[in-house]
């Protein structure tokens, strides 16, 4: 599939008003009177890799095999759509099998683990910092009006966090227009998605920025650098670790990015400044935020 | 040990300024010119029961012992502080290794499990709901007095989020009085360390609030009704399975807490608003926001 750049409408956007993803629930207020609130969705979603059971993750239910594949993606569980046999997602028992031609390399190494040292899941990490070694992405001009352009049009999107709050947003953008704007109870799922919508339209990711209303932690940055995603901006804070594995993969990393302000941490001369705010839009710099 | 309730001072606070929690990173702001700014570190902690490798989890570094320990028991794979034989710390290999006298329920479980099908992280979630629906939460009266002074106290002490943000707390409160308040990036790891503090001092849950700055997902509903705490409060948004999940095991679930105002999703019977604030100060419920 060729994506539309056109930016007329992007591929993916939220759908607030979709009635399985909030909930009217009833409380009551410090008065003591009773309201009525819309409140987004949590579910369980458990993953296969064929016939292992993966993980149980918790989200909001929409897009499960974006999420299946997206996941196994940037865990480097899976690493072509090539070894793709089948994708089925279960709703009944809230479960997707993905399910590969031959058993993959992570089957194999789990097994091994298994025989030495019991589950192997927590080794998974110890890998993926290996395969991220070996990453070093892309070099693509951003121009930070296109930066200012995508805070405008992603934060009047209509969108659950407009009207229910309480979920992260992650959009696949390619210069100033958002392609694929995906929400979740858990950002990193909001991640997995865009990935899984990414990989099964054979999308490139060398020219595309990827923005997030979460904190910039070295789970993210490792997802994104998995992704091959050369420029990762948020509007909150960022950690220590985060910023390091940025610099190492040669991320573009931008956090903070709150109307007229942000600050480059990494990748910085990817950077054209051919919008810059005189100093009264931006004097202050904002804090470390957890989110918006 | 006896816990002082006296609420002189909490047994454990924040440390802003311990040099191992923050890091100075260099970064360019909007109009190119170089900031130096505090963040807070992320580090790998692997934790093992036994011989068995449990997760990797990404934490800012403190009290890894509290937060290894605070997550077994909070996983139901520990269940009594009786099991438990050593807990060693390797710093040089950031793991935590807890043993047990004898080889727990979880083990054998998952052994089970690898025989049939693959690894069993993921179903330690079934396993979890299954305990979660034994539980019912005891009665304790809490007054929203207390809320409202827990919220200033906890507001304006000296953390790691006032100094660097990009950090979530937890703290654990006696009536108006915060006793142990936690920081980590992730919040269900503020939790967990919070756990494993009152499992090691034997602290009783039955009368104390749980009070955190993250959203209340049925994640962190579950930790808390796996601690036996009655009450959980908390300044940010709610998913509607937090809610039904508090509702089952009878637990008093407040949100948004921000300044006078919040709202009750569960166990209401419980609060007795002893303050309430005038329609001035409290008019509007602020949104559902994702944090503070």
Redesign the interface.
Known sequence: MSVNHSGKSPHIAPIPDAPSL??V?D??????TQ?H?N??????L???LN??????A?TIGDYPVYLALGFLFNQGMLTSMDEVQTVDFDEDIDTVVVRTKVSTDY?HK??K??RT???????V??DQMELINTIQLPFVEVK?SWLYQLSKTINTTPSL?LT?????GTVLCYQSTPLVYMED?GRHNAVDKVNGWMRSESVSAKDKILYT?G?L???MVIKTSMMGIPVLVSR????????EIARKVNLTLI?RMRG??????SG?HR?T?DV??D?KT?EV?P??????
Chains 1, 2 share one sequence.
Not at 27 to 32: A, K, N, S
Not at 164 to 168: K, N, P, V
Request: hydrophobic content about 35%.
């Open positions: 909030t909930r629930v409380g009551f207020i410090q008065d003591g309201h609130i409140v987004v969705e949590e579910k369980p458990t993953i296969y016939a292992t059971e993966i993980l149980t918790m089957e789990l097994k683990r298994i040292s019991g589950c192997g899941i927590g080794t990490f110890g930070s966090y229910a709050g309480a979920i992260h109870v209303t904190r932690t070295s789970e909150s804070g960022f950690t220590a670790w985060g910023v956090g007229k302000r942000y600050i480059c941490l910085n950077l400044r810059i705010p100093q931006a710099q804090k470390n935020r957890l989110s918006q």
